[in-house]
């Protein structure tokens, strides 16, 4: 079975560009998560959806970052305008409840020049 | 205080040896628990999922939760080179506010040498 696919791997961008990463969950899944990985703070949640719908977005830094999950099977995180201190690894996990195990895609690996 | 709390080590072993690596967490909430191992520039596996206290055991990893001192540990039996990884114990709520939010300690980095 495919697992969580994210792209791209890598983005290497100058600051002030809008950046846009992409995730695919595992069919089926109805949950989708963003985390965000730094040696500093860890891997933190950023925002996750339920059925397509946002339903915490507490964790997302400033309004430079959006999310949106048009559909089951595609979800964006965009950054604008984006700035060297959002350089660090994305990552997309899905699950199939809340409370079941999350399953997370490579990752995007972003830097911001 | 962080809600989860992982020593970063690094953890170095023979291969071999039995690893026991450890977490404490300070939310009486959260009611699920894992482990994830992470391999350089790859995404986190999961590898242990428990729910409340208690044992389990998958071939040589064993997961074990103590919610009455909120302490969570993953032991590795005959350690091998290709368990050298980085590893994360998480934590997660059964409703309210932590319901679908993992939390994350900062991760072990082990190295298993032959």
């Known amino acids: 079975d495919a697992g969580v696919i994210q792209s791209p791997r890598h983005e290497v961008t100058e600051m002030g560009q809008e950046v846009t990463l992409r995730c695919k969950p595992i069919?089926?899944?109805?949950?989708l998560f963003w985390y965000r990985q730094t040696m500093m703070r860890g891997l933190e949640l950023l925002i996750y959806?339920?059925?397509?719908?946002?339903?915490?977005d507490s964790g997302m830094p400033e309004d430079r970052f959006s999310a949106k999950m048009p559909n089951a099977s595609f979800s964006t995180l965009k950054i604008q305008p984006s700035e060297p201190r959002d350089s660090a690894v994305y990552f997309c996990?899905?699950?199939?409840?809340?409370?079941?195990?999350?399953?997370f895609g490579d990752g995007t690996r972003l830097s911001i020049l | 205080q962080k809600e989860v709390e992982q020593d970063p080590g690094p953890l170095s072993v023979p291969e071999g040896a039995i690893v026991s690596l450890n977490c404490t967490y300070s939310?009486?909430?959260?009611?699920?628990f894992m482990w994830y191992r992470q391999y350089s520039r790859k995404g986190p596996e999961l590898l242990m999922y428990?729910?409340?206290?208690g044992n389990k055991e998958d071939g040589r990893f064993t997961a074990q939760v103590d919610k009455s001192s909120k302490y969570i540990s993953l032991f590795i039996r005959d350690s091998q080179p290709s368990d050298s990884a980085t590893y994360l114990c998480?934590?997660?709520?059964?409703?309210?506010?932590?319901?679908?939010?993992?939390?994350f300690g900062q991760g072990t980095i082990l190295t298993v040498h032959p």
């Open positions: 996990a899905s699950s199939l409840e809340g409370y079941q195990p999350q399953h």
């Open positions: 069919s089926g899944h109805d949950y």
């Open positions: 959806f339920n059925n397509n719908v946002p339903i915490d």
């Open positions: 939310n009486s909430a959260f009611q699920y």
């Open positions: 428990t729910y409340s206290s």
């Open positions: 998480a934590t997660q709520g059964a409703g309210g506010t932590s319901y679908g939010k993992l939390t």
